[in-house]
């Protein structure tokens, strides 16, 4: 009984990154929530379209398969304690949570693919579609937060003034390149 009682306690132990203190709240659980039940439903909808082998549509049933698998892939990543009497399924979850946010939204859109090309159909578009849509969400939040308004004009004009261009002139001096101005002085592209 102390083994069931040590693996639900490390279950519920998540390990913190400092790094992932940047994305709120909600999105973090909100994408562990959509890979949860995208994962059931795509379990649910694949072996629905594992059925279409009765009408002999061969290529449903390697769509169905596909998607079963990548619901259960999502399952056990997103929530491990769904899956806790298969043993391995803890360590699959933590080496999946201590990766950078990309690894997973690569992970999630690849393997919600083959469903969809298989067997083009709603259940497979709904079903694959919420584990791509989670893969959307973590590929957001791997991107980060989108920077300051200065920061982004500093970035777009590589960080300098044009040549000719005095700091706090407005206007496009002769012969200097007016595309690099309209990020450096937005008074210059504002409607008047």
Known sequence: MAFVGEKLGAMFQRPQDENRDDVPWYMRYGARALGTVGGGFAILL????????????????????????AGI???????????????????LSNFMENRPYWNRAALYCGIAIPGILFCFGLGSLFGSGLIFATG??????GLGKKGTREDMAAAAGGGTLSPGVAPGSVG??????PNATLME??????PT
């Open 46 to 69: 694949g072996i629905w379209n594992c059925l279409g082998i009765m009408l002999a549509d061969v290529g449903c049933l390697f769509g169905g398969t596909f998607q079963v698998i």
């Open 172 to 177: 496009i001096p002769m012969g200097a390149d």
């Open 136 to 141: 959307v969400m973590y590929g957001m939040m």
């Open 73 to 91: 892939v999502a399952i056990a990543i997103e929530a491990p304690c769904c899956c806790m009497f298969i043993e391995h399924i803890q360590t």
């Open 185 to 190: 002085d937005p008074d210059v592209w504002r």
